[in-house]
């Protein structure tokens, strides 16, 4: 039987789980191909810890230099799995050089450098695929490529960050603060210490970018995308979305409006019936709707070992069939033919238009409702339903609204004015609201 010959390079988490699919359902996957894919040569500055897998023997197939695996003639599958920018993007450009094929789960490099990435694998002739960027074992970039390719797109919505989740999961259950929550998460191995591209909406922000570049077919600039963490929502918040019959997600949102992109990663409160309010833990989920095909649904662990070692196998496993198959044209690594003439636009930050949660902390005096619902309603900002609770410390009780659609300038606006009020004692918080017909 023919064998194809694969390298990695960085053996942390995602590289064991990568090696150690390969290695286990090796005979599943060599049926599937009709050749044996074998791991060839790994890199990684530690070659000496055990990662509790076998490899071979005296490991001789382990090295510290990346370059001996590129420089490999027999390798023709390379498989980034180090992460990082730098390093990362300098050993795939080299790759792509040598005319070897590469899988990638490095999100935060294709978000920020992508378009020169996709470029050269196209001027290289060579193979690009990256399915274990997004949604860790979710095969959603598989999905956009080839079983929504005949829909428009209108709108992606996802729970794109595992931590992130687990800690309002948490917060929701156990009615704990936010800090309390990321102790444990980060003793129990959920979150890095700190976790802060995880909280900050970086990460989630870095897979919306390369979500949306499948789907119009060009790189979009991560940049461009505005995002928010979750640092500010507290019990209380949870609590009263919850009264109002609502959970708080932090959610990457892409909408289609003809002429540009509505593009943003935020915490959002989204109506307790909606599928997305029931995805918890550590799980990811990201929502489609096609023209045609309708609403679909792609849920799963985003993060681990195994699950994302499955998706880097299942890139190479492309792969390994293209070659097998001696195929000569490679498909895009965006998966269209030609890119649109025109650049993507996103829409910026000030022009969308959602209800909004704002919690106020007022001094409990008469006229404070009447005088917030007055600045709201200078600024066309109309109230749906109100929240009013009793005295709580020193005078000062929480104040909670549900508007109608507000356009974000005019709600920005508007709680800066009423942010400079003698009576208002704290920031106001505000979180947009999805899945809502406000």
Not at 5 to 12: A, C, E, K, Q, T
Not at 73 to 88: R, S, T, V
Not at 138 to 150: F, M, R
């Amino acid at each position: 039987m023919k064998k194809i010959n694969v390298g990695i390079i960085g053996f942390g988490t995602v590289g064991a789980g990568t090696f150690e699919a390969l290695s286990t359902n090796r005979h599943i996957i060599a049926d599937r191909v009709g050749a044996e894919v074998i791991v060839r040569k790994i890199a990684d500055l530690d070659i000496d810890t055990d990662r509790g897998i076998p490899v071979k023997p005296g490991r001789e197939c382990m090295t510290t230099d990346a370059m001996e695996v590129i420089n490999d003639p027999e390798i023709q599958i390379i498989a980034e799995l180090m992460g990082g920018l730098g390093k990362a993007k300098e050993f795939i450009l080299k790759a792509m050089e040598k005319g070897k094929h590469v899988v990638t789960a490095n999100k935060a490099l294709l978000a920020e450098h992508g378009e020169e990435i996709y470029k050269a694998a196209d001027q290289n002739g060579v193979g690009l695929c990256f399915e274990a960027s997004v949604g860790g074992g979710i095969p959603i970039i598989g999905a956009l490529k080839n079983g929504l390719s005949a829909n428009r797109i209108t709108t992606c919505m996802g729970i794109l960050n595992g931590t992130s989740n687990y800690i309002l999961t948490k917060m929701t259950k156990k009615n704990l603060p936010y800090e309390e929550v990321v102790e444990e998460a980060v003793a129990l191995g959920f979150a890095e210490d700190p976790p802060t591209l995880d909280v900050d909406g970086t990460d989630a922000a870095h897979k919306l970018a390369i979500l949306i570049s499948i789907i119009f077919g060009q790189a979009v600039a991560f940049k461009d995308i505005p995002r928010e963490g979750i640092l500010s929502i507290t019990p209380d918040d949870i609590r009263f979305a919850r009264e109002l019959g609502y959970s708080i997600k932090l959610l990457a949102i892409a909408t289609d409006l003809g002429d540009k992109v509505e593009a943003r990663v935020h915490p959002a409160m989204i109506p307790k019936h909606h599928i997305l309010a029931n995805v918890n833990g550590a799980y990811n989920a990201i929502y489609i709707e096609g023209d045609f095909v309708g609403p679909n649904l792609y849920y799963g662990l985003g993060a681990g070992r195994r699950p994302t070692g499955s998706a880097v196998v299942s890139d190479i496993i492309s792969l390994a069939r293209e070659i097998r198959s001696g195929a000569k044209k490679r498909l895009s690594p965006l998966a269209h033919a030609s890119s649109p003439s025109k650049k993507i636009e996103i829409q910026p930050s000030d022009e969308i238009q959602t209800p909004c949660y704002f919690r106020f902390s007022a001094l409990d005096t008469p006229g404070v409702l009447s005088k917030i619902a007055g600045i709201l309603a200078d600024f066309k900002i109309s109230i749906s339903s109100v929240i009013q609770k009793g005295r709580v410390t020193k005078g000062s009780v929480p104040l909670v609204m549900l508007t109608h659609k507000a356009l974000e300038r005019d709600a920005k606006k508007a709680i800066a004015i009423i942010d400079e009020l003698d009576m208002v004692t704290d920031k106001t918080v505000m979180i947009r609201v999805e899945g809502s017909k406000l």
